[in-house]
């Protein structure tokens, strides 16, 4: 499934702190739903509930409401790890990790038309997923962030740019410690977009950090 965005791709991922009490009338659950109606009034291009917590059935309510606020808009909704969830929700696709199944499997499962996104941390594991069939990586940890540090260190800017000449045209999406100030450096190596957790965490500021990711990309056109 082409991805069919316009670049920058600005993927917001969801920092993953509903726990297993989370239901659909708590906070939590408000916020993020609030979080994704942000995310599209400010065209964000996709959004992942990465929220590991939560059981499948609550998983699933979250995925729902969710899809039924993207639906429509510029923003893909994705579910971290469970396609199947996914695709009962009504979202757009999946992102799976490098402990989910390969994307070929999902590929076979949910036909051309689900989305795949998969989460590299080398060349080879990005260019294994996207001869799997994966419509786009994200790679990473560009720059030093404490949710990714059960990685290593940072994989730096270079490995980014070398994965990017390497993969021509191919969509390659930077994460790790990224800000609105070192978009720029992201994108100058060649990188399709910018993920980020906190870098998207508060809807009050979604769209200013919008707009000054997509001025460093105008800075590089």
Same mark, same amino acid.
């Given at each position: 499934?082409?991805?069919?965005?316009?670049?920058p791709?600005?993927?917001?991922?969801?920092?993953g %702190?509903m726990?297993?009490?989370?239901?659909?009338?708590?906070?939590d659950?408000?916020?993020?739903?609030?979080?994704?109606?942000?995310a599209?009034?400010?065209?964000?291009s996709l959004?992942?509930l990465?929220?590991k917590? %939560?059981?499948a059935? +609550? $998983?699933f309510?979250?995925?729902? &409401?969710?899809?039924?606020i993207?639906?429509?808009?510029a923003? +893909? $909704?994705?579910?971290?790890?469970?396609?199947?969830?996914?695709?009962?929700?009504?979202?757009?696709g999946v992102?799976?990790?490098? +402990?989910s199944?390969?994307?070929?499997?999902? &590929?076979? /499962?949910?036909?051309?038309?689900?989305?795949?996104?998969?989460?590299?941390?080398? $060349?080879?594991?990005?260019?294994?997923?996207?001869d799997?069939?994966?419509?786009?990586?994200?790679?990473?940890?560009?720059? #030093?962030?404490?949710?990714?540090?059960q990685?290593?260190?940072?994989?730096?800017?270079?490995?980014? #740019?070398?994965?990017?000449?390497?993969m021509?045209?191919?969509?390659?999406?930077?994460?790790?410690?990224?800000?609105?100030?070192n978009?720029?450096? /992201?994108l100058?190596?060649?990188a399709?977009?910018?993920?980020g957790?906190?870098?998207?965490?508060?809807?009050?500021? $979604?769209? #200013?950090?919008?707009?000054?990711?997509?001025?460093?990309?105008e &800075?590089?056109a």
């Amino acid at each position: 499934m082409p991805l069919n965005l316009t670049k920058p791709i600005l993927y917001l991922i969801t920092a993953g %702190l509903m726990s297993e009490n989370s239901t659909p009338e708590s906070k939590d659950f408000q916020n993020i739903l609030e979080l994704i109606s942000a995310a599209v009034d400010a065209r964000i291009s996709l959004v992942q509930l990465r929220e590991k917590h %939560l059981s499948a059935l +609550r $998983l699933f309510e979250l995925a729902n &409401r969710a899809a039924q606020i993207t639906r429509g808009s510029a923003t +893909r $909704l994705l579910v971290n790890d469970r396609a199947d969830i996914a695709a009962a929700a009504g979202a757009d696709g999946v992102h799976l990790t490098t +402990r989910s199944l390969a994307p070929g499997i999902i &590929r076979d /499962c949910f036909g051309e038309n689900f989305l795949i996104g998969s989460s590299t941390h080398s $060349l080879s594991e990005a260019v294994a997923a996207r001869d799997g069939g994966a419509d786009f990586v994200v790679f990473g940890p560009i720059f #030093q962030t404490n949710s990714k540090g059960q990685y290593g260190a940072p994989i730096g800017v270079d490995a980014l #740019q070398e994965a990017t000449k390497e993969m021509t045209a191919y969509p390659i999406v930077a994460l790790g410690g990224i800000s609105a100030l070192n978009a720029r450096e /992201c994108l100058g190596a060649g990188a399709s977009g910018i993920a980020g957790i906190g870098l998207f965490s508060s809807p009050s500021t $979604l769209q #200013q950090t919008v707009d000054t990711i997509l001025s460093a990309a105008e &800075r590089n056109a």
